[in-house]
């Protein structure tokens, strides 16, 4: 670090890290360990703000370093987290990134088979329905009520004293698109 920069405040380093979960920004790497880059390089700034400060993975941060991210997508992940962050629950937003797991192994651009076996009997045709407790139909009811999933099969709906515990949540046509938008890093 050059020693005119100072060091970025604590404070900012640790809003910065928990608005990414502590995990790199890139909603489709999430790996730990992070670093702090700035979108627009310090040089031209020479200012540490929250808005231009973003978590990467060190290989991330690389990537965007030699321009193999460019500084607009990365704007993009920047605003993603906001958006995410402030509108969905953390179940919500494990939710959509399972389904962007999905996505990725349908393609096959993701490694997730070899961590996680109960992955490879499912059907990659279509939008794969998953399983929830009946009980937990609120804690998705923001992605329901934005149109993102649909809660259908046995058990959907409010509670009630049905005798089916689950129920399916399936992404609907504009969950579909939503989570291809989140797997290319494009604007959600």
């Not at 962050?85 to 953390?90: G, I, K």
């Not at 349908?106 to 009946?134: H, K, N, Q, Y």
């Not at 009811?141 to 515990?165: F, K, Q, T």
Request: glycine share 6%.
């Amino acid at each position: 670090m050059a020693e005119d920069r100072p060091k970025i405040p604590m404070e900012m380093q640790r809003t910065v890290l928990v608005e990414a979960g502590h995990r790199c920004a890139i909603q489709t790497c999430r790996q730990t360990p992070v670093d702090l880059a700035h979108i627009r390089p310090w040089a031209q700034v020479r200012t540490h703000t929250f808005d231009n400060l973003i978590a990467l993975c060190p290989t991330c941060h690389r990537r965007f370093d030699r321009g193999e991210i460019d500084r607009t997508a990365m704007r993009q992940y920047k605003a993603n987290l906001d958006i995410l962050n402030h509108r969905h629950s953390d179940l919500e937003r494990q939710l959509l990134r399972m389904f962007v797991r999905r996505r990725q192994i349908r393609a096959g651009t993701s490694d997730v088979p070899r961590r996680w076996p109960e992955f490879t009997g499912i059907s990659l045709d279509g939008l794969w329905p998953v399983e929830i407790d009946r009980g937990m139909w609120w804690m998705v009811s923001n992605l329901v009520e934005d149109g993102v999933i649909s809660l259908d099969g046995p058990g959907s709906g409010a509670p009630s004293r049905s005798v089916h515990p689950r129920m399916h949540v399936s992404l609907t046509p504009k969950g579909g698109r939503l989570v291809q938008r989140i797997a290319d890093g494009e604007p959600i």
